[in-house]
C-alpha cells in the first residue's frame, strides 16, 4: 500500500471516528452542536476539527467551537410521541362473558374524544356463531396491531405504529386518502366526513386547553381526516386506564403490561398469561397475520344476560358517506 493510500485510509479512518462522535451527539445534544457548526467562527486557534454539518457537508471548524455534549443514560428514558413509552407493551383483554352492551365505555370514548354516532372508537356488535348458538355482545376497538397493514399503506407516514404497541394517527400529517381504512381487516377506522358534530355531549366540553399533537390524534377530530381508538394514550401517560375501562361497570376491560404479565379492569389485577391460559383467550382474526395487542376471552359461563343490552343497540354504517 502506497504512502498516499495509507494517508487516505487514516483520514478517512479519523473522519469516521470524528463523525461517529457526532452521531453520539444526536437527540437532544445536537442542536446545541449545530448551532455551534453554524456559527462563524470568530477566532483561530489554530487546531481544526472536520465535521459533517446539517446539510450533510464535511466543514472544517475551530476545534474550540465544538462544544462536546455527554450522552445523557436518561436520553432513553425520555418520552417521545411516535416512540411512546420505553419497556412497555400496553395490551387489551376483553371478556366476552361479562358484556351487556351497557355501552358506557362507548359513551365515555366519545366524551373524551370528542366524537359521536357511526364515528364512535368502540364499537359493541352483536355477535352469534350460528343459529344453534347463543348471541353475545362483542365490544371492537382499534386492535393495536403488531403487523398494522394501515401503518404500511399509509404514504405520508401519518399513522404510526409505537414501540409500547399503540398505533397512532398524526391528524395534523394525515391528508385523507383512506387507505388505511381499506387496509384494516377490522374496519375500525372512521373518517370525518365534516366538521364532528359532537351533538349534546358538545355542552360540556373545554376546547380551551387542547393543541393538536400527534398523541392527541383527532383531539377534537379534524375535517377530512381519519380518526380511531387510540388507547388513550394521554391516560396512559399519567399512569391512568383508558377511558373505556375505567367507565364499564361491568369489569369487561383489562388494560396492563404485557412485558409485566399484568391486566386490571380497576378492580382486579390478573396475571395476563394465565388468564388468556385460564380462559382460551384469543385474538381476533388471528390468522391474518396481524398480531393484534387485544386479547378476547370467549362468552362462556355468561355473567350477564344478553337481552338486558339490546335496548342500547345500534347498527353502524362506519365508513359510508352520508348523503
Ligand atoms: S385494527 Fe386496523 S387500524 Fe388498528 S392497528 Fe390493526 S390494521 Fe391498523
Ligand atoms: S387517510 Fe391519513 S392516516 Fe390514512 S393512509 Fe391516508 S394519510 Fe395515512
Redesign the pocket.
Known sequence: MGKENKNTRRKFLDKGLKLGFITALSGFGISKVASKLNATPNHDSGSKMELMNTNGDIIQVDSTDVTPVEHSSDHDKKYNVREGMPNRKFVMVVDLAKCKNALACQSACNKHHYVTGDNAWIKVYNMQESKDTAPYWMPVTCQHCDQPA?VT????D??FKRKDGLVL?DNER????????AACPYSIRVFNWSEPDQGEIYVDMDMSHHTPTPEHAGKPSKMG??DKCDFCPHAIKNNELPHCVTACPNGVFYFGDKYEDTVTNGDESLRLSKLLEDKAGYRYMEALGTEPSVYYLPPTDRLVDFNDGLENYTEYESVAKPE
Do not use: D, L, Q
Not at 394525515?174 to 381504512?181: H, L, N, Q, V
Open positions: 394501515c399503506v399509509c404514504p405520508v401519518a399513522t394517527i394525515c391528508i385523507g386518502c383512506r387507505f388505511c381504512m381526516t381519519v
